[in-house]
């Protein structure tokens, strides 16, 4: 009787293992389990299993203690089990994996048969036969008919829920290591019990040293570290659902960025006994994101923003007033043509660099071309702004075959509160003015 409670209990992990998989999954893009995963737990009545298992109960007694053994499969925990009966044993092709036998044979019978991987033997005797292993279970024939009665039906519980333990352990198994993401169970101390081989090569440690081991040891950090880990399970446990984080994690091929799904774990009677977790890599993703972003909001040679990121970033930082400075390089089409565009884009480079030195605290666009918008606090003096304008002529001085090559820059300065494109076309006019008046004391 106490390992029929033990398996039955097993069992009913296992499909609590399986139901919060199911859950995880549902979060991930893997959805070719779901519909295999789907509906196959159901604590409400009984034991679900995730088929409908078939008992073919062969009874080969001499002396039946009872006449209506049959009483014994009746009302049992098991909602998903089809019984049948007969006095003989079935054939070999009759069973597999969703149909299974149980034989219940008088001690002498038992020594001309033998159980196999689907069938399983209940010896009706006094004593348990020598050297038989696969006998599942011994029922004494001199018990009154309602105590064996009461014993076969305990033992027919044994052994269905020991075949389904079993099986769906295989089940769950083969399913969350066929995944390369990383899947976990832990208890509510933090401690781990169940992981897939995609979390044991993450982690370079075997199943048999995860197992009953907290965030710290397996992953090899300090507890101050590991502490993250544990919030999110705090999290988890409070709101009381699935939830997901993103989460960085030191991995074998280097530092990986995990998306984690984790859902609390309940018995049958709805207990929290701790949490399912399943962490998606989406380090190569996040990267194609970033690069996607920079393309997007950043001007590829300078690396300063483009026009849109301009816009968008100055409108949220300076809603109101504000500084502009439209910056435009004297000449430059002229030293294009003459030195070639390797030199201009070196040209360009310089001052963008510059730009980003002098308004290091500031917004620094290309808007195209050899000009270039900075958005400052609308407190900052001109004085200033020539002083770092300045500096950047300065350090922009290269040569080109033998021949120094100065840089010179127009400045047009807006202050005000007008809409910020409204603002750069205010400052560059104002740039035009300047480049106009270096034009003529050129000339």
């Known amino acids: 009787m106490l390992r029929m409670k033990i398996k039955n209990k097993q069992s009913r992990m296992v499909k609590k293992w399986l139901k919060n998989a199911q859950n995880l999954f549902a979060n991930t893009v893997y959805v070719m389990y779901d519909n295999y995963l789907c509906n196959t737990v159901n604590d409400n009545q009984g034991i679900k299993n ?3 298992l078939n008992v073919i109960v062969s009874c080969i007694l001499k002396n039946n203690p009872s006449p209506d053994f049959t009483a014994a499969f009746e009302n049992t925990v098991f909602d998903d089990v089809n019984f049948s009966f007969r006095d003989t044993l079935p054939e070999d092709d009759e069973l597999n994996f969703k149909n299974i036998c149980i034989i219940i044979a008088d001690d002498e019978k038992v020594k001309e048969i033998s159980g196999s991987e689907f069938s399983f033997i209940i010896s009706v005797g006094d004593s348990l036969p020598k050297n038989r292993l696969d006998i599942s279970a011994v029922i004494s024939p001199s018990l009154q008919p309602d105590l064996f009665i009461f014993q076969l039906k305990a033992s027919a519980c044994g052994i269905i829920s020991s075949y389904l333990y079993m099986i769906n352990r295989s089940m769950l198994d083969t399913t969350i290591n066929s995944f390369p993401n990383l899947i ?6 933090g401690s781990h019990f169940n992981v897939n081989d995609g979390f044991c090569y993450t982690v370079s440690k075997d199943k048999s040293d995860i197992e009953d081991k907290k965030h710290a040891y397996i992953w090899n950090v300090s507890e101050d570290e590991a502490y993250a880990c544990q919030e999110s399970e705090e999290i988890t446990l409070k709101e009381d659902k699935t939830c997901s984080f993103e989460e960085l994690v030191n991995h074998p091929d280097g530092l990986k960025t995990m998306v984690t799904y984790k859902t609390p774990l309940r018995t049958k009677a709805g207990t929290i006994i701790g949490t399912a977790g399943i962490a998606l890599d989406v380090t190569k993703q996040r990267e194609y994101e970033a690069k996607l972003h920079e393309m997007a909001f950043k001007d590829p040679l300078t690396g300063l923003s483009n026009r849109r990121k301009l816009y ?13 400075c439209y910056v435009d390089i004297d000449y430059f089409k002229s030293m294009n043509d003459r030195y070639g565009h390797e030199t201009g884009d070196k040209i360009l480079g310089m001052v963008s660099d510059g730009l ?10 290309r808007m195209g071309g050899d000009e270039f918008v900075v958005v400052s606090d609308p407190e900052l003096p001109d004085e200033e702004i020539t002083r770092r304008i300045s500096e950047i002529e300065k350090s922009c001085s290269l040569s080109k075959d033998e021949e120094d090559i100065k840089v010179r820059l127009s400045v047009g300065i807006y202050r005000g509160d007008l809409p910020i494109k409204e603002a750069i076309r205010k400052s560059d006019e104002l740039m035009y003015v300047c480049k106009r008046r270096h034009h003529e004391n050129a000339q």
């Open 50 to 52: 995730m088929f409908r």
């Open 184 to 189: 976990w169970y832990k208890a509510i101390d």
């Open 312 to 324: 968008e970033d100055a409108s949220e930082k300076y809603p109101a007033g504000k500084t502009i």
């Open 356 to 365: 980003k030195r002098e308004f290091s605290e500031d917004i620094t666009a």
